[in-house]
T-cell receptor, first 115, second 116 residues
C-alpha cells in the first residue's frame, strides 16, 4: 500500500508567478484535503476535494484553486504569488464517513518559498 | 466552526520525566479529536484519536490522551519521555458529521524538547 506522496519537495518562486503542487492520495481514499502551514503555525485548511468536486473551502482567496482527478490525485494551484504564500503545503487523503474512522493521512509536504 | 487552543507553545522536560501537553477546543457540534506529531522537515503523523466511547485514548509511542467534554479539553500525556520524543505536537478537531466532516482545525502547536 502506497502512502500519500507530494511533489515537488521544495520550490522557489518569485512574487506574481504561478505554482502547481501535486498530491497522490493513499490507495482506496477518495478525498484529498490541502493545508497551508506557515512557519511556526499549525496547518490551516485550504480546501477539500471529494470525488473530483470541491467539498468545502477555508478562508483562502480565489487565487488558490485545485483539481482532483479520476484516480483521486490532486493539484493545488496558486496564482499571483505573494510573499506570505511561503509555507509548507500539506496534502492529506482520507475516506471520511460519519461515525467511523476519520483519520487523514498526510504527505511529507511541499516547501514553497516566494522571493 | 471549530477551533483549538494549545496552551503552551514550548514545553522543555528532562528525559524520563512525565509530560502533559494541553489542548482545549471550541465547537457547537460533536467533535472528533486528534493529536499529531511533526518531526523537523516532515509531514504529520497521527499519535492518537478520539472518535467516541472511552474517554481515555491510547496511542503510539506510549502517549495517551483524555477527552473531557465538560472542560472541552483533550490533553496529551506520557509518563516517561525519551529524547526521540522531541518534536512539534499538534492538537486538531473536526466535526463528527455534517458538511465539514473530514476538515481538521489545528492548534498552533507545542514544541516538546526533551533534554538528557
Amino acid at each position: 500500500e502506497t502512502g500519500v506522496t507530494q511533489s515537488p519537495t521544495h520550490l522557489i518562486k518569485t512574487r506574481g508567478q504561478q505554482v502547481t503542487l501535486r498530491c497522490s492520495s493513499q490507495s482506496g481514499h477518495n478525498t484529498v484535503s490541502w493545508y497551508q502551514q506557515a512557519l511556526g503555525q499549525g496547518p490551516q485548511f485550504i480546501f477539500q476535494y471529494y470525488r473530483e468536486e470541491e467539498n468545502g473551502r477555508g478562508n483562502f482567496p480565489p487565487r488558490f484553486s485545485g483539481l482532483q482527478f479520476p484516480n483521486y490525485s490532486s493539484e493545488l494551484n496558486v496564482n499571483a504569488l505573494e510573499l506570505d504564500d511561503s509555507a509548507l503545503y500539506l496534502c492529506a487523503s482520507s475516506s471520511p464517513r460519519s461515525g467511523g474512522d476519520n483519520e487523514q493521512f498526510f504527505g511529507p509536504g511541499t516547501r514553497l518559498t516566494v522571493l | 466552526a471549530q477551533s483549538v487552543t494549545q496552551l503552551d507553545s514550548q514545553v522543555p522536560v528532562f528525559e524520563e520525566a512525565p509530560v502533559e501537553l494541553r489542548c482545549n477546543y471550541s465547537s457547537s457540534v460533536s467533535v472528533y479529536l486528534f493529536w499529531y506529531v511533526q518531526y523537523p522537515n516532515q509531514g504529520l503523523q497521527l499519535l492518537l484519536k478520539y472518535l467516541s466511547g472511552s474517554t481515555l485514548v491510547k496511542g503510539i509511542n506510549g502517549f495517551e490522551a483524555e477527552f473531557n467534554k465538560s472542560q472541552t479539553s483533550f490533553h496529551l500525556r506520557k509518563p516517561s519521555v525519551h529524547i526521540s520524543d522531541t518534536a512539534e505536537y499538534f492538537c486538531a478537531v473536526s466535526a463528527a458529521g455534517g458538511s465539514t466532516l473530514g476538515r481538521l482545525y489545528f492548534g498552533r502547536g507545542t514544541q516538546l524538547t526533551v533534554w538528557p
